[in-house]
């Protein structure tokens, strides 16, 4: 795999990693409930740890990865999607946070896929599988919960 391409992906997911952080975070502050409180502390905590790993790929290099020679990164898939915000209604934000989680998963699960090395393909498995673990607890959040009481509106 080129550089260039290697650095692409690797940043993509950084930079979806520190905006999911700053939503959790600041939802964490923003909410009344204190379960929700928790999920959204844990979350942004999770976060923060994926982007610590993938900040370590990226010092690594691509020399020292073991990915396919050429791919399709689909980075267009996130492309006008507007910037997850607790100043959006509360269940646009956490449908649009439901989303994201999809898709990181989504993403992780492909860039395993690309791997020819299966400690490498691990970690992203059990990355996709976190992200898989924050849209379903984002989904019953969803379901359950008042916004109007918890999300402090």
């Known amino acids: 795999m080129k550089k260039t391409e290697f650095e692409k992906i690797i940043n993509f997911a950084i930079g979806n990693e520190i905006e999911a952080q700053e939503f959790y975070s600041q939802a964490a502050e923003k909410v009344k409930s204190p379960q929700l409180k928790d999920m959204f502390n844990g979350f942004a905590e999770d976060e923060k740890n994926h982007e610590k790993l993938l900040k370590g790929y990226l010092k690594k290099g691509p020399d020292k990865m073991h990915f396919k020679e050429s791919f399709d990164a689909n980075f267009a898939a996130s492309v006008d999607k507007p910037k997850l915000s607790v100043s959006m209604h509360p269940a646009d934000a956490l449908a649009l946070a439901m989303k994201s989680e999809e898709e990181a998963m989504d993403?992780?699960?492909?860039?395993?896929?690309?791997?020819?090395?299966?400690?490498?393909?691990?970690?992203?498995?059990?990355?996709?599988?976190?992200?898989?673990?924050?849209?379903?607890?984002?989904?019953?959040?969803?379901?359950?919960?008042?916004?109007?009481?918890?999300?402090?509106?």
């Open 107 to 153: 993403f992780y699960t492909y860039v395993a896929d690309l791997s020819n090395d299966s400690g490498e393909q691990k970690v992203f498995k059990e990355l996709a599988e976190m992200e898989r673990g924050h849209k379903l607890k984002m989904e019953k959040a969803f379901k359950n919960v008042t916004f109007s009481a918890d999300w402090g509106m």
